[in-house]
Antibody, heavy 128, light 110 residues
Framework: QVQLVESGGGVAQPGRSLRLSCAAS????????MHWVRQAPGKGLEWVAI????????FYTDSVKGRFTISRDNSKNTLYLQMNSLRVEDTAVYYCARDPSYCTSGGCHSDLYGMEVWGQGTTVTVSS | QSALTQPRSVSGSPGQSVTISCTGT?????????VSWYQQHPGKAPKLMIYDVTKGPSGVPDRFSGSKSGNTASLIISGLQAEDEADYYC??????????FGGGTKVTVL
């Protein structure tokens, strides 16, 4: 079955860095675009970033532009989120999620509704 | 990228129907038929319940349905059951490969 497992969360001081990972299994990872979504304690969901199936195209929410970098290693079936210059307001549970859009050798299917499958999340706490 | 507007809470008795609204703008909800809804139980990951405004993924009970009129989308839960008590979030494509969520609605089964 489709599974997404995040790791790499922890406690970091403001201004420091963390790298999150998301290991995918149960589907052909290299076919799908992938998202990161976060949820601050007691708050709602916030979309963070998306990366295309081939890693070429990347888009971010305004509050993380220039600080966070989404990337992927299709040979390792793994998605990453490099978080630099962390702020207290980055404290959240970070979820990776599979986008419904995919590309195969036979062509591409696009759907822009959001997130089809979610991981269980990893917690990031930014505090001095 | 302002959050979509949802009521903080709605409630209903078992068997009743409840409707959760999700109001955005012509730049998101009103501009695209790419609205999705997610159910989240405490301490758990979100789960997709409705996509493309009205479509239900395989495995989701057909008690859950969606609609949209103008800049407002709605999630309707018919025949409310105890296990439906959870937080629900709407999400809309907002153009330029960005997405925006609603603030979330807590559904209470009385």
């Amino acid at each position: 079955q489709v599974q997404l497992v995040e790791s790499g969360g922890g406690v970091a001081q403001p201004g420091r860095s963390l790298r999150l990972s998301c290991a995918a299994s149960g589907f052909t990872f290299s076919y799908y675009a992938m998202h990161w979504v976060r949820q601050a304690p007691g708050k709602g969901l916030e979309w963070v970033a998306i990366i295309s199936y081939d890693g070429v195209s990347k888009f971010y929410t305004d509050s993380v532009k220039g600080r966070f970098t989404i990337s992927r290693d299709n040979s390792k079936n793994t998605l990453y989120l490099q978080m630099n210059s962390l702020r207290v307001e980055d404290t959240a549970v970070y979820y990776c999620a599979r986008d419904p859009s995919y590309c195969t050798s036979g062509g591409c299917h696009s759907d822009l509704y959001g997130m089809e499958v979610w991981g269980q999340g990893t917690t990031v706490t930014v505090s001095s | 990228q302002s959050a979509l507007t949802q009521p903080r809470s709605v409630s209903g008795s078992p068997g009743q129907s409840v409707t959760i609204s999700c109001t955005g703008t012509s730049s998101d909800v009103g501009g695209y038929n790419y609205v999705s809804w997610y159910q989240q139980h405490p301490g758990k990951a979100p789960k997709l319940m409705i996509y493309d405004v009205t479509k239900g993924p395989s495995g989701v009970p057909d008690r859950f349905s969606g609609s949209k009129s103008g800049n407002t989308a709605s999630l309707i839960i018919s025949g409310l059951q105890a296990e439906d008590e959870a937080d629900y979030y709407c999400c809309s494509y907002a153009g330029s490969y960005t997405w925006v969520f609603g603030g979330g609605t807590k559904v209470t089964v009385l």
